[in-house]
T-cell receptor, first 114, second 113 residues
Framework: AQTVTQSQPEMSVQEAETVTLSCTYD???????LFWYKQPPSRQMILVIR??????QNATENRFSVNFQKAAKSFSLKISDSQLGDAAMYFC???????????FGTGTSLTVIP | NAGVMQNPRHLVRRRGQEARLRCSPM?????VYWYRQLPEEGLKFMVY????????ESGMPKERFSAEFPKEGPSILRIQQVVRGDSAAYFC???????????FGPGTRLLVL
């Protein structure tokens, strides 16, 4: 079974600084997708970034980038120039290439300090 | 382009009552997924549906829970004879094709008294 682990229940960062959120996963598959979702206080789930396992290049989306280490089964999210609006729960998620369901980690609560 | 719509946003039920949660996917999406989020936990998959078909219900409790996605209208998650342990946030997601990126609705918070 696939499992996704987020070992940091809470993180904080100064506004304008950079923070990295950790995620590891366990799978025997070679093809799969990884995602980071943001859940602000409104509880909406917002897609932040997506990575295909077959791509070696790390995905980037404006201030958000990932460090995908396939051999280590690690998928960390880096937020640069942190803004107050980045404060939220961040969930790492995994999906098999041929699968339909997402497997989510337990989340990391990010606080941005003004 | 409206996103995934869910209603109601908040639902209060007494033990033994029925809860009906609705989800309208994004325009053009015919694949719907339901997830449950218990307090302090991540989302857990419940069921995956296409129009008029249940594709994967491996995450759905065997009793009291059912889901449908009719040809016309929203997808419905029905919980019969609710118990306090059913209190959670229920999220719906949709995708254009199966296996594509899923876009989530705002969720329905169910509170069972």
């Amino acid at each position: 079974a696939q499992t996704v682990t987020q070992s940091q229940p809470e993180m904080s960062v100064q506004e304008a600084e950079t923070v990295t959120l950790s995620c590891t996963y366990d799978t025997s598959e070679s093809d799969y997708y990884l995602f980071w979702y943001k859940q602000p206080p409104s509880r909406q789930m917002i897609l932040v970034i997506r990575q295909e396992a077959y791509k070696q290049q790390n995905a980037t989306e404006n201030r958000f980038s990932v460090n995908f280490q396939k051999a280590a089964k690690s998928f960390s999210l880096k937020i640069s120039d942190s803004q107050l609006g980045d404060a939220a729960m961040y969930f790492c998620a995994y999906r098999r290439d041929t699968g339909n369901q997402f497997y989510f980690g337990t989340g990391t609560s990010l606080t941005v300090i003004p | 382009n409206a996103g995934v719509m869910q209603n109601p946003r908040h639902l209060v039920r007494r033990r033994g009552q029925e809860a009906r949660l609705r989800c309208s996917p994004m325009k053009g999406h015919s694949h719907v997924y339901w997830y449950r989020q218990l307090p302090e936990e991540g989302l857990k998959f419940m069921v995956y549906l296409q129009k008029e078909n249940i594709i994967d219900e491996s995450g759905m409790p065997k009793e009291r829970f059912s889901a449908e996605f009719p040809k016309e209208g929203p997808s419905i998650l029905r919980i019969q004879q609710v118990v306090r342990g059913d209190s959670a946030a229920y999220f719906c997601a949709s995708s254009l094709q199966g296996g594509e990126t899923q876009y989530f609705g705002p969720g329905t918070r169910l509170l069972v008294l």
